[in-house]
């Protein structure tokens, strides 16, 4: 089967930095993505991998390694707007459209 | 703000009511999606249009009925209701189901609770 792994919450201080990992067993990948969710508001894309190495963006950073099945987001100068869940997203190899889904990663960020 | 836009933001409703739910976007992708979510836990997928084209539905009950009527917009008429119905209904659109690096942008949702 299909599964993603990510760790079900995470405390952070501001302006420091944290690292939230994802793993994901699957039958093959088509990329993958992070998305960042504030409690009852939509899910907002953030990064996309698809080969193996790390994507820059800002203070966000997301690096992928596929012969480990290994994903992780990288948030920098931590905000106490980042609080929010972050959720960790794979491509259905047998249906590409279609996303599979990790629980999602609480980040609590305190002063 | 997201450019998907989604109404109304809140829907309370009894069990025996018809309402439904609006999505919009105007950013010319050509694949929306419907999604539900409970609290703490990821999306689940509920239809996924193609070109104005129902082409996923997973094993979604018959009381929620989607509708495409042109490329911009998602309906989902909701009907007979359950209360385990209540969730947050988000849809989201993506420029072409099957180009693969292209993410999904999200409405906001609306927040439905069944009395």
């Known amino acids: 089967g299909q599964n993603i792994d990510q760790p079900t919450e995470m405390t952070a201080t501001e302006g420091a930095i944290v690292q939230i990992n994802c793993t994901y067993q699957?039958?093959?990948?088509?990329?993958l993505f992070w998305y960042q969710q504030h409690a009852g508001e939509a899910p907002t894309f953030l990064s996309y991998n698809v080969l193996d190495g790390l994507e820059e963006k800002g203070r966000f950073s997301s690096f992928l390694s596929r012969s480990k099945g290994y994903s992780y987001l990288l948030l920098k100068e931590l905000q106490m707007k980042d609080s929010a869940s972050y959720l960790c997203a794979v491509r259905d190899p047998d249906s590409n459209y279609q996303l599979i889904w990790g629980a999602g990663t609480k980040l609590i960020i305190k002063p | 703000d997201t450019e998907v836009t989604q109404t109304p933001k809140h829907l309370v409703m009894g069990m025996t009511n018809k309402k439904s739910l609006k999505c919009e976007q105007h950013?010319?992708?050509?694949?929306m999606y419907w999604y539900k979510q409970k609290a703490k836990k990821p999306p689940e997928l509920m239809f996924v249009y193609s070109y104005e084209k129902l082409s996923i539905n997973e094993s979604v009950p018959s009381r929620f009925s989607p509708e495409c009527p042109n490329s911009s917009l998602l309906n989902l008429h909701l009907h007979a209701l359950q209360p385990e119905d209540s969730a947050l209904y988000l849809c989201a659109s993506s420029q072409d189901r099957e180009l693969s690096n292209q993410p999904q942008h999200f409405g906001d949702g609306t927040r439905l609770s069944i009395l």
């Open positions: 950013m010319g992708h050509r694949a």
């Open positions: 699957t039958s093959g990948f088509n990329g």
